[in-house]
């Protein structure tokens, strides 16, 4: 059962009547509302007696400024945006064609380096980007349209009628944190749109809600997530080759755990280049003492990374969780009044690290659907079904169907994984059956008495050590110091958004069962065990849900699965510039 924030009673809130109410700015989400303002001109133009308007379609997005809360690795395949915007390379900011990659497997202190790039990992063709700026630009095409992006407006409850969602509630602005109106209240509006097209990101809120109402993940796999945390340095130029990608996997992680790193070479500016690099953990790890943020900083003390990066500066800083769960744990994607986009739907290649062209994919896909759906007025689920059809029959399900099976492959440790991975490319994705069962990743955290007691003297890597890490300052940092380079701002005084549905089960069994791994797996600090002689362990929660950098991992790594992540007050967050 989801916990929401209450809402505040007793209020009435304006009504505003919407034709398409897009919820999320991402690529899906501009890459929706782009094509739907083409084909409307298009439409326009050729019945001049039957003119469809946009002033009744909107997109909802929760930061401040639009692309603010943008963050990923990030390389862009150019296929769906090419498709969207022939012309895209002469205005897109694109940073960098890659030109070279490279493949290593990293021990402690040394690296081997693959002889061949496995194809899943070429990139040649593809793009380095700022998603941050690329958003941007996407944004301010549509605004050219002119259809209307609410900005620092966050979609916090779905309106329903019956089996059918009829539209968003925006959030509730100047409520403090006992959920009282301050002098500066204002009430979200109902949006009562025809179609709701959900384009939140990873683990959305609203996305959530759609899902467990309708039991729509009844017959697929649980979705898993990976957490990439990531770091942005300037470097003297020519230490890394602009368009030069490198992925690494094995050290700072175990053979029990999923993850690797990427670093990606960027242009600077004068006598400096930038590189962006960063460390995805798989969160169905199993001990609960593990470190994402810590993973990335022991990742950057090796010898190959910590050459690259000496006499450079850090200049930015994020975290994103991803969908890992492949074809078989996407839900349902349409329904009555409704379609779900991008990583929301779970439409990422875990294979290949990327998800924004199928993010954009599934966007014009949507956008074509809501087209029919407005010029038939009929956006019932037998309309927008065409949606689930559209990407069955488009090259978003050719690309995933053919890793189908690659993360469950995983999940008995990387050597079996990598076998797995061998054997899928040569059965086209099957593997050893068509379909191979997941696990929800938090299922997969052990207790602390079922794990060694000194992690490292049985051979794990650092990153699984209790306790904060402090870093030296210059090449590697702890929580805070990275954080303060996210930009992350929220009203302080305003309802927590990470709602805790029992916090005595975080000070009664948590810390002793798991040692309160929300301490180690949210990279931003929020989570804090604070002394307290009332406690049974000596030890309660404490909420730093101004430190949030949005990655949702709390909600998705908790082993008791109590907490829930919904959206701040409206602007609230990271502000990802240029990354």
Known sequence: MLVFRKP???VERPQMPADVVIVGGGPAGMACALRLAQLI???NVAHPDAQLSKENIYVLEKAREIGQHCLSGALLDPRAIAELLPDFKKEAPLDAEVTKEAVYFLTEKGKFKFPITPPFLRDHGNYVISLNRFVKWLGSKVEETGITIFTGFAGSELLFEGDRVTGVQTDDKGVDKEGHQKSNF????DLQAKVVILAEGTRGSLTKQLIEKFNLAKNANPQTYGVGVKELWELPAGRIAPGEVIYTMGWP?????????WIYGSKGEGATSIVSLGFVTGLDYADPRLDPQ????????????ARLLEGGKMIRYGAKSMPYGGWWA?????????MILGDSAGFLNSARLKGIHLAIKSGVLAAETAFEALTKDDSSAAT???FQKKVESSWIKEELWKVRNLHQGFERGMFAGMFNTGLQMITGGRGLKNRYPGHAGYDRMRKLAELPANPTADGYPEAHLLGPYKGDGKLTFDKLTDLYHSGTKHEEDQPAHLVIHDTNNCNTRCVREYGSPCQNFCPANVYEMVDDTTQPNGKRISLNPSNCVHCKTCDIADPYQIINWVPPEGGGGPNYDGM
Do not use: M
């Open 8 to 10: 505040i009673e007793g």
């Open 41 to 43: 001109d298009g439409h």
């Open 186 to 189: 204002e009430p979200g509006y």
């Open 253 to 261: 992680l175990t053979t029990h755990e999923y993850g690797g790193a």
């Open 294 to 305: 810590r993973v990335l900083q022991e990742f950057k003390r090796h010898p190959f990374v």
């Open 330 to 338: 996407i839900p349902p994607v349409a329904g009555n009044g409704w």
């Open 384 to 386: 927008l079904s065409e």
